[in-house]
């Protein structure tokens, strides 16, 4: 069962990924990146439940706030253009 667990996984990491390259926009792009991360983070902690090692786990958590802080980091950094306004401000 967890087998198959981590195939549906892997194959929706493979769609995530196929979604960041052809993602119309930035934020479609950053979204499927960001679920990639997260189907990760899943991947990792059912690999170690299969394996019989529990401190995958703590990967998998140390993983999952670098995802979260990362993708906030790119998405404060693509909020202000060249100008110093923000996108939304148009």
């Known amino acids: 069962m ?3 667990a981590s195939i549906a996984i ?3 990491m493979f769609l995530a990924l196929l979604r960041a390259v052809l993602g119309p926009s930035l934020y479609d792009r950053i979204l499927a990146v ?3 991360g997260t189907k990760t983070v899943l991947f990792i902690a059912v ?3 299969l394996m019989g090692r529990p401190e995958f786990l ?3 958590l140390v993983y999952a706030l670098m ?3 990362s993708v906030i980091a790119i998405l404060r ?3 202000y253009d060249t100008r110093g306004e923000t996108n939304h401000d148009r």
């Open 2 to 4: 967890f087998t198959a």
């Open 10 to 12: 892997l194959v929706t």
């Open 34 to 36: 960001n679920m990639f």
């Open 47 to 49: 690999v170690g439940f």
């Open 58 to 60: 703590d990967i998998a």
């Open 67 to 69: 995802n979260f802080i």
């Open 77 to 79: 950094f693509f909020e």
